[in-house]
Antibody, heavy 121, light 108 residues
Framework: QVQLQESGPGLVKPSQTLSLTCTVS??????????WSWLRQSAGKGLEWIGH???????KYNSSFKSRVTISLDTSKKQFSLKLTSVTAADTAVYFC?????????????WGQGTLVTVSS | DIQMTQSPSSLSASVGDRVTITCRAS??????LNWYQQKPGKAPKLLIY???SLHSGVPSRFSGSGSGTDFTLTISSLQLEDFATYYC??????????FGQGTRLDIK
C-alpha cells in the first residue's frame, strides 16, 4: 500500500518561500508509470492542481503560478518537494502531495493526508 | 483552460436512493475524466477513472458514464458512508489539470 506524507512549516510569512516535502513509502518512486504531484485546496478556489514531476525529472506546472513554483524529485530519499516563492495570503490552503498515473485521464490514485499552510505575518 | 462544471452543487438524499451527479466540460475531453470522493478533513479518494472504469476497491454501486463534454457519476443505492463531496477532474490537458467545483451530498 503506497503511503505519502507531507512535511514542512505550517506558517509562512508573506513574500517568503513555501517549502514542503513529501515522503513516499510502500511503493517505488522510480516507477515511470507514475508522476508525483502537488495540489492544494482552499475555501475560495476548491481543488487546484499545482504541478507534477515525472521520474525522468521533467515537470509540468499550472501556468497560474507562473514562475513561482518548482517541484523536484529525490529518488534516493523517496521524496519529492514543492517550492512556491513570493507567497501571499491567497496561497493559504491545505496542500496535498499525491501520486498520479501517467496514462489516459491521469487519475490521482494515492494522496497524502494534507497539510495546512497559512501565509501570515 | 478547460472549465469543469458540476451540477447540482449540493444534493440531499436518503439511504437507499439512486443519485446522479453531472459534470460538464467546456470542450470535448473524450473520456479523460475522473471522479473523486472527499470527506471532511480527509484527502480525496479516486472512485472512477477514464470516465467509466472503477478504481480498485471501490464498491460496485458507484458507476460513471459519458464522453465528450457530458459525464455522470451514479450511486445506485446510497449507503451512510457515501455522504461526502464529489469532484470530477479532467486529464485531457496535461498542461492544466482542472477539477469541478464539487457536489456536496447530504443526508435528507
Amino acid at each position: 500500500q503506497v503511503q505519502l506524507q507531507e512535511s514542512g512549516p505550517g506558517l509562512v510569512k508573506p513574500s517568503q518561500t513555501l517549502s514542503l516535502t513529501c515522503t513516499v513509502s510502500g511503493g517505488s518512486i522510480s516507477d515511470s508509470s507514475y508522476y508525483w504531484s502537488w495540489l492544494r485546496q482552499s475555501a475560495g478556489k476548491g481543488l487546484e492542481w499545482i504541478g507534477h514531476v515525472y521520474t525522468s525529472g521533467n515537470s509540468k506546472y499550472n501556468s497560474s503560478f507562473k514562475s513561482r513554483v518548482t517541484i523536484s524529485l529525490d529518488t534516493s530519499k523517496k521524496q519529492f518537494s514543492l517550492k512556491l516563492t513570493s507567497v501571499t495570503a491567497a496561497d493559504t490552503a491545505v496542500y496535498f502531495c499525491a501520486r498520479g498515473q501517467d496514462f489516459w485521464s491521469q487519475p490521482v490514485d494515492y494522496w497524502g493526508q494534507g497539510t495546512l499552510v497559512t501565509v501570515s505575518s | 483552460d478547460i472549465q469543469m462544471t458540476q451540477s447540482p452543487s449540493s444534493l440531499s438524499a436518503s439511504v437507499g436512493d439512486r443519485v446522479t451527479i453531472t459534470c460538464r466540460a467546456s470542450q470535448n475531453i473524450d473520456t479523460y475524466l475522473n471522479w473523486y470522493q472527499q470527506k471532511p478533513g480527509k484527502a480525496p479518494k479516486l472512485l472512477i477513472y477514464a470516465a467509466s472504469s472503477l478504481h480498485s476497491g471501490v464498491p460496485s454501486r458507484f458507476s460513471g458514464s459519458g464522453s465528450g463534454t457530458d459525464f455522470t457519476l451514479t450511486i445506485s443505492s446510497l449507503q451512510l458512508e457515501d455522504f461526502a463531496t464529489y469532484y470530477c477532474q479532467q486529464g485531457y490537458s496535461s498542461l492544466l489539470i482542472t477539477f469541478g467545483q464539487g457536489t456536496r451530498l447530504d443526508i435528507k
